[in-house]
């Protein structure tokens, strides 16, 4: 399995089309891996990290800057299913990187540090996962018809999510997405019943 890192570089025909991008091969990265790739993410700031969470469970850190056979710089294997989402947050207090896998545990982790650093466990399997960008919240779904909001630094449970809000009581279906706001203090979820529902602080307004 091979991660390929692509550069963009955009391209004006003239004034009067629109602007084309071209994505460019510019790295393949082979992950060693058996399995697929299931999540990526990377550091902004440096641009050298890049992170791949895998189907079996593994988690590879690769630094760019490296050869193809020695760009793999760390292995974390805590996780015993399917990765489902890995998430690096600069400046985090406890573990920069957060990753959730259907087993239902959230785990954190320093990308120094072989073992990680906290642990969320979650009583379910959770088929998506969101980290607000500004705030310490966190939000994993299951199909198992419910939603739950966690502090990152604390890792408590902030709130459960199990009905939808002004239709009769109707329970929840399956969550297959969530997304937080960029700043405001509020969610987005997809569920398999073709509803989009948003959340959002009961003491603030949209």
Known sequence: V??????????????CLPMCVMFVCSQDIPTGADTCVTSLTSDIAGRSLLIAGCGD???????????QTNCLVRLLREHTAYVVKVYLQPGASQGK????????DVRYWD???QDSTAKIKTGMRISCMDVHH??????VGSRDQVAKIY???????????????????QRISSVNSLAFHP???CMAAGFSDSLISIYADEKKKL
């Open 183 to 185: 700043y405001k203090i």
């Open 134 to 139: 500004t705030a310490p919240l966190l939000a």
């Open 57 to 67: 469970g593994s988690i590879r850190l690769y630094d760019r800057r490296l050869t």
């Open 2 to 15: 091979c991660v390929c890192v692509c550069v963009y570089a955009c391209m004006h025909a003239c004034v």
């Open 151 to 169: 502090h990152i630094d604390s890792q408590e449970g902030l709130g459960t999510i199990k009905w939808h809000d002004g239709f009769m009581g």
């Open 111 to 113: 990308p120094r540090f």
């Open 97 to 104: 990187i957060i990753s959730s896998s259907v087993g239902g």
